[in-house]
């Protein structure tokens, strides 16, 4: 109770304000209540007088659990370390043997050091053909170490470094120990094939099953996998390890030797059924592969470590939540307490993280040179982004007199405004206003990509027209017209195109040439593409939208320019032999993909320049994007074009992104000290503009079938993003 007494006579009102997240109205009547002389007169004073002093007795509860957190990670830091000194004493012998190998009695395969072998050679079976780095090899060793001291861990090595060959490298050593599994390597539907095929590359005395197809398929594959005693290795899906019972039953059955999951970030957030039923397989190791361990907050790197040690790291969940939640934007992630939380989580993550950059290992790896292209908008494209925003910024006023406090009730239709709802709970109305205004600034985001994702040219009374001529569609014949209008109302301008383009009675309504390029970003990327595919360039086109790419298409076939396309929608069989055909095709210049769909696990160095159409909430998104090309293998130079619209939400999106990126440079610093200076410099104008404005919004979900699993906006990126709404002119 010392510790609670002197917090609350000695803090001041903003440190109370930042640790107990509470509102400064009720840490200055605190500070007006001073001085307490003990526990029990801090209860009582908190606990009588008028209301919302009698309230404060909860503030007292919440700093008490809150030192119950610290205690409890206290604790488990110090498991860590003990761990974590033993493995730095080991690497240490590595480091001081490694002068030993030349004079080295064995085969010159590994040092010795005590029970644990340093590797200076790759497996002997891989042909050697195939050659690891020195980096990856000190990969494997690592990697080897951890499973015989029984340990989980996360290779985190950044994005193009090889985690891949890391790992089979490490299933053939084992197989040379006697250790023959089986293994279960869970990864995303886009990279089967290719772990698959990597495989069968590098180390062919493997036994591999891919377990994926059909239903039928799969109920053989069961019957095989369970009776071949000579498998080694299982490769599977994640929406195979998580769907049906029957497949989850199956993997649960077979007593394997490591759980390996790729694009181990897909198991962060630790209440998710994909998380639950992966946990639910039962492996002596486990191990995550993912370049990007930090996206969104602390408590998600908990959930990795978690996952890959469940066993050292059962606590009470809620507990260490009250330690690791943490805001990406706002005052809070600059206080010392924020900082204090990114310095215990590095003390716990350092044992079980392997973290090599590619500017650290890849001395010999072409350049990466990031451009940021501000695309000056057309004038049909300002005015309709300068619509949007006027209507979200009179639905904003409006509903603040209808709507609860840190609410906001916005419209997104550019004809009229719903009416208010009469009678709603204050529960309803926030959820409704979150809807809102992420529909508000998903929209903007469209403008800015271009005009046509929206409705604006055609409207309701020419979509009437429109409707009654499609009636004489055969198709459509016996439809109920009003029916037709309804669904064409909800459409987008190039959707109504497409379908323009699809029936004879609509061509009249088609959109010209003209205005399918009337887009800054279109306008720029056409000269682009145009002078790089004159200079022999091959260009990736990421855009998180799918009928961006839908519009782009026929822009490549008007340019005369050969081109592929992968989305969500793509069949995972082909898939492969797509990127096959691109690597090996010099005709084929540019490849359309989606953010999500193509930027995770796939190889496609044969192309030199990566083009972001878009940019994600998330930065790591993006970054793994870039990274199909700038990786291993890479033999030129890599450019990467942003594209954004000036003056426009995207700039705000930019500067979020990177706030990201900071958090985790910090949480990957080994030096970094918080400073007051470091408080007062990093506090953005947006927050300040926040700040001014009070205003507050949940985060609300974006429904858009149009959009390939677009990242949603956090709550405090809403926080942001709504003040830019309101502030921008």
């Known amino acids: ?50 209301k919302a002093q009698r309230k404060l007795y909860r503030l007292v509860d919440r700093y008490e659990h809150l030192l119950e957190g610290f205690k409890e990670v206290d604790s488990l830091i110090k498991r860590c370390e003990t761990v974590g000194n033993d493995i730095k004493q080991i690497m240490t012998r590595w480091i001081q043997n490694a002068a030993a190998i030349s004079s080295s009695q064995n085969d010159g395969t590994f040092l010795e050091t005590t029970a644990f072998k340093c590797l200076t050679k790759q497996p002997k079976i891989i042909p050697s053909t195939l050659q690891l780095k020195q980096y990856q090899i000190v990969g494997v060793s690592w990697l080897m170490m951890l499973y015989q001291k029984q340990l989980g861990g996360i290779l985190a090595d950044e994005m193009g470094l090889g985690k891949t060959a890391q790992v089979i490298a490490f299933l053939a050593h084992l197989y040379t120990l006697g250790e023959r599994g089986p293994h279960l390597i869970v990864v995303p539907a886009s990279t089967l094939e290719n772990w698959v095929r990597e495989l069968n590359r590098w180390c062919p005395k493997l036994c591999v099953a891919s377990y994926s197809g059909s239903l039928s398929d799969r109920r053989w594959l069961q019957e095989d996998i369970t009776n071949n005693s000579k498998l080694n290795v299982i490769v599977t899906t994640y929406s195979m390890a998580t769907g049906s019972k029957e497949d989850r039953t199956f993997l649960r059955r077979i007593r394997i030797k490591s759980l390996i999951l790729d694009e181990g970030h897909m198991v962060k957030n630790i209440e998710s059924n994909r998380y639950k039923h992966l946990m639910a397989i039962s492996a002596p190791f486990r191990l995550l592969l993912t370049g990007t361990p930090l996206q969104n907050n602390l408590l998600e790197l908990l959930a990795l470590l978690t996952f890959v040690m469940p066993r050292l790291f059962v606590t009470d969940q809620k507990t260490l939540e009250r330690i690791f939640l943490f805001k990406s934007l706002g005052g809070g992630d600059e206080s010392s307490l924020s900082h204090e939380r990114i310095n215990r989580a590095k003390k716990i993550m350092t044992p079980f993280v392997l973290r090599r950059r590619k500017d650290q290992v890849l001395r010999d790896l072409p350049p990466k040179t990031k451009v940021l292209n501000v695309c000056t908008p057309v004038s049909s494209q300002l005015q309709l982004y300068k619509d949007i925003l006027l209507c979200s910024k009179k639905a904003i006023a409006a509903s603040e007199k209808t709507i609860v406090p840190h609410t906001t009730k916005l419209t997104t239709d550019s004809d009229k405004a719903e009416k208010p709802l009469k009678s709603e709970t204050s529960d309803q109305t926030a959820s409704l206003a979150n ?5 508000v ?31 004489r569609e055969p198709e459509h014949c016996d439809k109920n017209v009003e029916y037709i209008w309804e669904d064409m109302c909800i459409m987008s301008d190039f959707e109504i195109h497409q379908l323009c383009l699809k029936y004879k009675t609509l061509m009249p309504h088609k959109l010209s040439d003209k205005v399918i390029m009337d887009s800054c970003k279109l306008v720029k990327l056409k000269s682009m593409l145009l002078e790089m595919r004159a200079q022999g360039d091959k260009i990736l086109v990421f855009s998180q939208f799918v009928i961006m790419l839908d519009i782009l298409e026929p822009v490549m076939e008007h340019l005369g320019i050969k081109y592929l396309r992968l989305d969500g929608t793509t069949p995972v069989g082909i898939r492969q032999s797509m990127m096959d055909e691109f690597n090996n095709d010099p005709e084929i210049t540019v490849f359309l993909l989606t953010t999500k769909s193509g930027g995770v696990g796939i190889n496609l160095t044969s192309a030199n320049v990566v083009i972001m159409y878009d940019i994600d909430y998330n930065p790591h998104n993006d970054a793994q994007a870039e990274d199909r090309a700038h990786r291993v293998g890479q033999t030129r130079a890599v450019t990467v074009h942003r594209l954004i619209m000036d003056n426009s939400i995207e700039q705000h999106i930019l500067r979020l992104a990177e706030h990201k990126l900071e958090l985790d440079a910090k949480l990957q610093s080994r030096e970094y000290v918080c400073t007051n200076d470091d408080n007062k410099d990093e506090e953005s104008e947006f927050e300040t503009k926040r700040k001014h404005k009070g205003q507050k919004l949940a985060s609300g979900k974006v429904k858009d079938n149009k959009v390939d699993q677009i990242s949603k906006p956090d709550s405090s990126i809403l926080d942001v993003l709504q003040s830019v709404i309101l502030g921008l002119e």
């Open 1 to 50: 109770m010392i510790q609670v007494l002197e917090f609350f006579n000695s803090a001041t009102v903003e440190h109370i304000t930042e640790s107990l997240k509470c509102l400064p109205e009720a840490s200055s009547m605190i500070v007006s209540l001073r001085p307490f002389h003990s526990g029990d007169h801090l209860r009582e004073v908190c606990s009588t007088g008028c």
């Open 435 to 439: 809807r809102q205004l992420s529909n």
């Open 441 to 471: 600034l998903m929209d903007l985001r469209k403008v800015a990509n271009h005009p046509l994702l929206v409705r604006s040219r055609y409207t309701d009374a020419k979509l009437r027209i429109m409707a009654k001529a499609i009636m």
